[in-house]
């Protein structure tokens, strides 16, 4: 690297990975079969303060256990994600033996819906696969700088007022505008992510011939944790059950 001096220069970078799937419209489809099924049924929970649907939303519960469609392939698609953004983040997949999705669900979003700022406990990297979405309705994720202390909101704090400029690496939050439909996105699971209410619903762009009507944003979460981490004589063994 060229040095150039008196410039600022940045380090300790967090690492979003991006990804595409190859299967995204029979994906699209077998989820909106998937939505369909389990409407009104115990794996539904509806959060109607935010406008959001959540289908496996709940504690040991994921979307691979439906029988309605295979979802092998995206499985599949998964886990070749999450090993390749492992090797980027510099952890070895062979060390760890891999990854085990922890939670999987599906998130469906009415106009206006939103979510607050929060993270993933429990897990190792998160992620989201946008199924439905339409950037000129629906509200993009946000990342919050954990490298600002105002954020910790711990007491006591100094807080002096930053100017805004987009996306810088030194903004309190990032606009994560490099996805479309059909794209994961994976991060560390401690990050705190958010996206604030959608600018409406998007009914009057009509049908299309691949996409029979309007589904609302819809997207897929989920949870990763390493199957082995050891440390010295300490040791931790995470099992798909």
Request: aromatic fraction near 16%.
């Amino acid at each position: 690297m060229d040095i150039v001096k008196n410039q600022c220069y940045g380090m300790f970078p967090q690492i979003l990975g991006l990804y595409e799937y190859d299967k995204k419209e029979e994906f699209k489809k077998e989820v909106l079969k998937i939505i369909e099924h389990y409407k009104g049924s115990k794996e539904e929970y509806v959060e109607h303060e935010n406008g959001l649907t959540h289908y496996f939303n709940f504690a040991n519960s994921k979307i691979f256990e439906t029988e309605v469609v295979d979802l092998k392939p995206f499985y599949n698609f998964l886990m070749d994600s999450v090993n390749d953004y492992s090797e980027e983040c510099l952890y070895r997949v062979e060390d760890c033996k891999g990854y085990v999705i922890t939670d999987c669900w599906i998130n469906v979003g009415s106009q206006n819906s939103y979510q607050q700022p929060h993270n993933h406990a429990n897990s190792f990297f998160s992620g989201t696969y946008y199924v439905s979405f339409n950037s000129k309705y629906h509200s993009r994720l946000t990342f919050r700088n954990p490298h600002n202390f105002a954020n910790s909101q711990s007491q006591p704090y100094l807080v002096l007022q930053k100017r805004d400029k987009y996306n810088s690496p030194n903004n309190d939050f990032y606009v994560c505008d490099i996805y479309d439909e059909g794209d994961l996105l994976i991060w560390q699971s401690g990050l705190h992510h958010a996206y604030s209410p959608c600018l409406g619903s998007g009914d009057d762009e009509g049908e299309t011939e691949n996409d029979k009507g309007y589904h609302g944003r819809i997207s897929i979460s989920m949870n990763f944790v390493p199957k082995y981490l050891s440390q010295g004589p300490y040791s931790l063994i995470v099992s798909n059950g």
